[in-house]
Antibody, heavy 122, light 108 residues
Framework: QVQLVQSGAEVKKPGSSVKVSCRAS????????ISWVRQAPGQGLEWMGG????????NYAQQFQGRVAITTDAYTTTAYLELSGLRSDDTAVYFC???????????????WGQGTLVTVSS | EIVLTQSPGTLSLSPGERATLSCRAS???????LAWYQQKPGQAPRLLMY???SRTTGIPDRFSGSGSGTDFTLTISRLEPEDFAVYYC?????????FGGGTKVEIK
């Protein structure tokens, strides 16, 4: 079974960008959609968007449109989340997650990465 | 988008007691595509239930889910010490995916 391994914690200045990676260990990400979900300190879960590697189609939650880009590498072993125009309220743990094989983002999230803490501070 | 409202916000119970968690949707969830997750501090969420009432592999049968349309329930029949955590519902019937605000089950 594929495991998801994310990159390490980041500290960023307001206005800058961050790129978080999510690597598939023990397989690839080619058969399932990948979602990114974030969790601000002490808060709930917020879906940011996702990508369907087959067809390389990305879809984003409206509140992140224009600030977020989700991509995969050519071998579909690693997915990336890039968030620009960082603000203090973007401080959160960012999770990648995937579900059963299929070509839809409307799915359950059965496999999660360990999370990446992004801290935005001047 | 579908807004999910979970209640109560916090449930204070003792081990061995029954926990009943509610998740209400702002509009009908397509095909009962409603999932439940458990999250413990410092950990990623863990998928418990999908399709409103199907348990994921390895989830004990003290966990059960029910509901359809706009009203869903997660029941833990007898709380074990490892069940004290935060629980989230999620709908995946339509885009965007949305989560409820969570219910914290704490030890009384």
């Amino acid at each position: 079974q594929v495991q998801l391994v994310q990159s390490g914690a980041e500290v960023k200045k307001p206005g800058s960008s961050v790129k978080v990676s999510c690597r598939a260990s023990g397989g690839t990400l080619s058969s399932s959609a990948i979602s990114w979900v974030r969790q601000a300190p002490g808060q709930g879960l917020e879906w940011m968007g996702g990508i369907i590697p087959i067809g390389i189609t990305a879809n984003y939650a409206q509140q992140f449109q224009g600030r977020v880009a989700i991509t995969t590498d050519a071998y579909t072993t690693t997915a990336y989340l890039e968030l620009s125009g960082l603000r203090s309220d973007d401080t959160a743990v960012y999770f990648c997650a995937t579900g059963p094989p299929g070509d839809t983002l409307s799915t359950i999230l059965g496999t999660w990465g360990q999370g990446t803490l992004v801290t935005v501070s001047s | 988008e579908i807004v999910l409202t979970q209640s109560p916000g916090t449930l204070s119970l003792s081990p061995g007691e029954r926990a009943t968690l509610s998740c209400r949707a702002s509009q009908s969830v397509v095909s009962s595509n409603l999932a439940w997750y458990q999250q413990k501090p410092g950990q990623a969420p863990r998928l418990l239930m999908y399709g409103a009432s199907s348990r994921t592999t390895g989830i004990p049968d003290r966990f059960s889910g029910s509901g359809s349309g706009t009203d869903f329930t997660l029941t833990i029949s007898r709380l074990e010490p490892e069940d004290f955590a935060v629980y989230y519902c999620q709908q995946y019937g339509s885009s965007p995916l949305t989560f409820g605000g969570g219910t914290k089950v704490e030890i009384k």
